[in-house]
């Protein structure tokens, strides 16, 4: 009946379901010595707990030598100002980063402002045509791979049937 407890509670504890009192339970009795054969294997994990219980520090502990000597206590404390300046100097070159980049891509858009002027009115007449061949192009493109869906759907209906 206690193996069979033993095992349910195990089982609970791996699941992460049992109570301070199951595990208590759990380690008295694989700190015991009778524990059943197949639930050797467990016997480290919870042997482990009373054998830390058993060790000794070693370290000793220093005390002042009078009681009227008091040795003040030495803490480690952050330089703040040190933390405070690498941050900002982070922040500055941030923005300082940002501002650079974006004047970089400020300055092409100055210059595309001035491309659609010109003074001559043949040269306009020029780059007016050239630019309604590039569109036509591109559209004859559009058209051709129209042509293509309306033949696939004149095949798709002789197929099907519609």
Known sequence: ????????????????????????????YFSSPNVAQHLEQYKPIFGYFSQVKQQKSTQEIKTPVQESE???LQTKKRNVAWLSIAASVVVL???????????KDAAPAVAQTELG????????????????????????VGLESVHYIK????????IFKL
């Open 70 to 72: 008091t040795i003040p």
């Open 93 to 103: 070159l941030g923005i300082g980063t940002y501002l650079f980049v974006s004047e």
């Open 151 to 158: 033949e696939y759907e004149h095949s798709k209906k002789k």
């Open 117 to 140: 002027t010109y003074d001559d009115p043949e040269e306009a007449l020029a780059a007016t045509q050239k630019a309604l061949a590039m569109v036509s192009n591109n559209v004859n």
């Open 1 to 28: 009946m206690e193996l069979n407890k033993i095992e349910d509670i195990l089982e609970k504890y791996f699941q992460g379901e049992t109570t301070i009192a199951e595990e208590n339970e759990l380690k008295n």
